[in-house]
């Protein structure tokens, strides 16, 4: 029975000390996200155009101090919001509250100020949802060897590796889904009307070749649009 009992708090042991932290996840992000940001300072696309920048800075101040409001943990964070004009990557938050928006992708859909404090707090809740940490989490749960690995290769996995991006895609699903949810509330919670915010989502539709389909990790745009319609009436009906 004793035997038995260390045998329990070896392999308990064990298994903790390959776990992840949010701390480390965190650190991680801060890493890439410095790259990208260097990359973009010398190609003189980082906050380049003072407008747009000032438009992002403006709506999404306050839905930063709302989510720290909801989710206390995140008060701690050092947050940041920088802008590019480029159109490689429509708007990503990383864990520690790091956010990147493209106005060549806002341009595109049209995306009024309503509809772009939707796409500033769906990335929010990604960051405050703890989305990255649940990613690798799985990955390891599903492929176990990736705990005995160094934690910048599974980082460099969950966005390169075609393979393991197919068995985490049904856990992306339910991040964006999630996503689409709680950020709708965050920014109803700051004082945006719900039927506004939902309407970036039916941009998502009439933007879309194949609005009923998924893609990759992200539900049809038709059903985040249905879905955040009805929360909208929902939460509409329920008044303030």
Known sequence: MHRFLFGLLLLLSAGAASA???AEVMAGAERQYRGYLREL?????????????????R??????????????????????????PEGDDNAYAMAGGKLLVSRAYVDKL??????????????????????NLLEYEEAMRLE??????PFAELEDAVDNDSALMRKLAPLGLK?????????????????????????????????SHAPNFE???????????????ELAGILEAAGR
């Open 144 to 149: 176990p060897a990736w705990r005995e690995r």
């Open 110 to 131: 049209l995306l009024g100020d309503a509809e772009l404090a939707m796409l500033l707090a769906h990335e929010i809740a990604h960051a405050v949802l703890r989305h």
């Open 41 to 57: 300072q010398a190609q003189h696309q980082l906050d380049s155009d003072p407008v747009f920048h000032e438009r992002v800075q």
């Open 175 to 207: 991040q964006e889904a999630e996503a689409d949810r709680e950020g709708l509330k965050l920014a109803w919670r700051v004082g945006w009307p719900g039927a506004a915010l939902a309407r970036y989502y039916l941009k998502l539709v009439r933007a």
């Open 215 to 229: 893609q990759h990790v992200h539900p049809a745009p038709s059903q985040r649009w249905k879905a955040a319609q």
């Open 59 to 84: 709506i999404v101040k306050p839905l930063i101090a709302q989510a720290m409001h909801d989710y206390p943990e995140s008060a701690g964070w050092q947050w940041e919001v920088h802008t590019t």
């Open 20 to 22: 992840l932290s949010h």
